[in-house]
């Protein structure tokens, strides 16, 4: 093992693992790029990894190459309709390390999954321009929490954990825990992704009136969640999160994210989101034009733009 490895990536780091920081090259490119897990920017190797190294003294570094995958082939469908195409592209990666005073390293594979997993400063960043201001309100600001461990649990705290699945449907991600009593349950489908959920957390809400919940999976060390209130139906933020969460034996500073949140899953939408002018075996539908037959091809923002020209070609005092 290189004495020189971390063992982990340090908590609330930025990591510009896309593409060189000091050029176009990515991950898609022949060579891969090196990415320096002392700073966490990415290099071209055949052009700035070696002048990074003698600038910095940094000496370790993971390669990663991306590889697109075939698309998965389609089942033909009987029924002749418009496909909307939500899968986006698949890939693959391969790793290698190499250290500077060392040679060839093998670097964990724990480590180089955690770094594949880890969302990278630029996807944070078109997150936070994506995401709309959220607010406290008053109930995520006056939230009182039931007696915990729960009656009936044992004098050694066995039952006293946070359940790691619904309490309803046995559901294990997708999960929202209440912040009144404990309770886990699951939240509503999540239409594009494979998420699932029967909206177990609505339904408790709706038996309890316990308002406040907080998706499990999306908590970090800094105090980022999902935080949702069913009384307002809308997303909050719990300025007192790390008091609630240690009210149920979980120390946030140790809380890792393993699920998306909310945005994230929205910008993902948005990204990979196409209408397909094809039928489910692939034929193309020929293109019309003509008399109150208008359109455009949809952008992912012009969807408004198109319904106004539908609407304006529509009226006989535009047509006329």
């Known amino acids: 093992m290189c004495e020189h490895l971390p063992s982990r990536i340090p908590a609330n780091q930025q990591i510009y693992k896309e593409e060189c920081v000091r050029s176009f090259v990515n991950q898609d490119f022949e060579e891969g790029v090196d990415l320096c897990l002392s700073c966490w920017c990415a290099f071209a190797s055949s052009k700035y990894l070696e002048s990074h190294h003698n600038r910095t003294s940094h000496s370790v570094y993971l390669n990663i190459k991306r590889h697109t995958l075939p698309p998965r082939p389609t089942s033909p469908s009987a029924q002749d309709k418009l496909r909307i195409d939500n899968s986006g592209p698949e890939y693959t990666y391969t790793t290698s390390g190499k250290c500077f005073q060392c040679g060839p390293i093998d670097v964990p594979s ?19 321009s994506w995401e709309l201001e959220t607010v406290t309100c008053f109930h ?12 009936g649990a044992a004098a050694d705290g066995s039952k006293a954990k946070v359940a790691t699945c619904c309490a309803e449907c046995g ?12 309770n886990v349950a699951c939240g509503r489908k999540q239409y594009g992704s ?10 408790h809400y709706r038996a309890t ?8 999976g999306t908590i970090t060390p800094d105090g980022g969640a999902d935080i949702f209130c069913y009384q307002c139906d809308d997303e909050r ?11 149920f034996n979980l120390a946030i500073n140790e809380q890792v994210k393993t699920e998306k949140s909310l945005v994230e899953l929205q910008l993902e939408q948005n990204r990979k989101f196409e209408f397909s002018m094809t039928t489910d075996d692939g034929t193309a ?11 455009m091809k949809n952008l992912g923002n012009s969807c408004y ?16």
């Open 110 to 128: 724990d480590l180089c999954q955690s770094i594949l997993e880890a969302a990278s400063a630029a996807n944070k960043f078109e997150k936070q």
């Open 209 to 216: 009136g316990h308002r406040v919940v907080v998706k499990l």
């Open 237 to 247: 933020l719990d300025p007192n999160l790390g008091d609630h969460l240690r009210h």
């Open 285 to 295: 539908y020929d293109p019309v034009h003509g008399k109150g037959l208008v359109g």
């Open 171 to 182: 559901l294990d991600r997708n999960l929202w825990l209440c912040l009144t009593c404990g």
């Open 194 to 203: 494979n998420l699932g959920g029967e909206g177990h957390g609505i339904s």
């Open 305 to 320: 733009m198109n319904s106004v020209m539908q609407s304006l070609f529509h009226m006989e005092e535009v047509i006329g």
């Open 140 to 151: 995520t600001e006056n939230i009182v929490q039931d007696p915990w461990p729960p009656a």
